[in-house]
């Protein structure tokens, strides 16, 4: 090995690692205590089955949800929980209807709508399992900030390990001139066996927008993206989520 090197080698490695240490600071420092409100809207698309015969649904609900003192809070207006009910009326006449506000509505989740207003868990997760590749100046969307390239190695449990084959992620993280992520954008592509005889393959790309309000880390918009197929069937969702804060 050629010594003369040693000396830039170690100090690009104290870079990135000051690189993660400095975003993981600055995110512990955003501990998500202040009161916020927003109005959430959900939407979401799927396609399932195969290409001859593929059955499509969409749907979309508002809400307005809240977090502070007294908890976490998830207001639906009443005239759309009432037309998710006459959607389960219709479809206990007849299967083959579709039920696109109920889907919506059950696609809000509490715990990701936590996640949401204080965005910072989700990242410093990510961070656990990542390692820098790559940092350098860019701009986003016109505003200069730097691009941290991750490696992301997820943990998967003893019964999980027996039928993922081959597993890649990856991460991108946009730090503005505060310390701050303005964006992030994760890929993942897994394939693997399942009883022996199926073979499944998946993607997912998800990509998110903060912005901060007060000592919290919002996610302001959040896009989930997902491929995948297995024994002989395809599928494709997409869900869209974006927050207004108040």
Known sequence: MNLRWMPCLLVCAVMHADALSDLRGALARLNGQEPVKANLVYQFWSQ?????????TEGRANSQVEDG??????????????????????????????????????????????????????LLRTLDQAQLIEEKAETW???????????????????????????????KIWIGADGLPLASETQVHMKGRAL???????????????????????????????????????????????LSLI
Do not use: M
């Open 48 to 56: 399932q089955g195969d290409d001859k015969q593929p059955v499509v």
């Open 69 to 122: 003192p007294q908890g976490l809070k998830i207001c639906w207006n009443r005239s759309l929980i009432q037309t998710a009910a006459q959607e389960a009326r219709a479809k206990a006449l007849d299967p083959e209807k579709k039920t696109p506000t109920r889907r919506a509505i059950e696609g809000v989740k509490a715990i990701d709508v936590a996640e949401y207003l204080n965005g910072s868990d989700e």
């Open 141 to 171: 969307q016109g505003r200069p900030a730097r691009l941290l390239s991750l490696k992301v190695t997820p943990r998967l449990g003893q019964r999980d390990k027996k039928y993922v084959k081959e597993l890649e992620a990856t991460a």
């Open 196 to 242: 022996l005889v199926i073979s499944f393959e998946q993607n997912q790309k998800q990509e998110y927008r903060y912005v901060r309000a007060g000592n919290r880390l919002v996610v302001v918009h959040h896009v989930d993206e997902s491929s995948g197929s297995g024994g002989g069937e395809k599928g494709q969702t997409k869900t869209v989520v974006d």
